[in-house]
């Protein structure tokens, strides 16, 4: 089984999302696959876990101390992953982000160990909000450039931390749910031992 944390936006920002990816696919016919969840902004690269129980233990405590965030995205972009490509919202990197990143990835390390560290977590994770992701990359070079005058710059705040699991080692597939919502119930964000409070890192 895999899992992942991610902050979900209000239900404006997930319509906005919608919009892209349906446009991106009747554009050139690119995959809907990721719509299978909710928009979200991913807070580390997914890793294995044997103990849900465990999970959930965690994510109650990191819901209950984590204060609603600002969210800023600032634009469509086109990420290539070899022959896969990407389309995302970039999110601004801000140090609260960042922070709650490197929170989440101590955390989980000190409870179940280093393999839940997975490349690019750490100083390279990129905070993004994917619109859709697949095969062929042409496809989507074109459904990019077609969308090329669309300009997203808005911001919205995060109330709410979701779990993602799936237990299909090959990634998105129908495996893949939305298991878990709590609200981000935090008064405030300590900065976390050994890390720059202006930074995050």
Same mark, same amino acid.
């Given at each position: ?29 690119i995959t ?59 999110? @601004?990197? %801000?140090?609260?982000?960042? !922070?709650?990143?490197?929170?989440? &990835?101590? *955390?989980?390390? /000190?409870?179940?160990? =280093? $393999? ?35 300009? @997203?710059? %808005?911001?919205?705040?995060? !109330?709410?931390?979701?779990?993602? &699991?799936? *237990?299909?080692? /090959?990634?998105?597939? =129908? $495996?893949?749910?939305t298991y ?14 050994g890390v ?6």
């Amino acid at each position: 089984m895999k899992a992942t944390f991610a902050l979900l936006p209000p239900n404006d920002i997930h319509n906005l999302v919608r919009h892209l990816a349906w446009e991106a696919h009747t554009c050139q016919k690119i995959t809907t696959l990721a719509a299978r969840l909710p928009a979200h902004v991913s807070l580390k690269i997914s890793f294995d876990t044997r103990s849900l129980g465990q999970l959930e233990t965690y994510m109650d405590e990191l819901a209950a101390s984590t204060p609603p965030l600002e969210i800023s995205l600032t634009g469509l972009q086109l990420i290539k992953m070899g022959e896969t490509g990407i389309l995302w919202l970039d999110v @601004v990197q %801000t140090p609260e982000l960042r !922070r709650l990143h490197f929170r989440i &990835l101590e *955390d989980l390390c /000190a409870c179940m160990g =280093e $393999s839940v560290r997975v490349s690019p977590d750490g100083e390279d994770y990129h905070f993004h909000m994917t619109v859709a992701m697949g095969k062929p990359l042409s496809a989507f070079q074109e459904a990019f450039a077609a969308m090329a005058t669309c300009e @997203v710059n %808005t911001s919205f705040t995060a !109330r709410d931390l979701c779990l993602f &699991l799936y *237990d299909d080692q /090959a990634g998105l597939d =129908e $495996s893949y749910i939305t298991y878990k919502i709590l609200p981000l119930m935090g008064q405030g964000q300590a900065a976390l031992p050994g890390v720059d409070p202006q930074t995050g890192i």
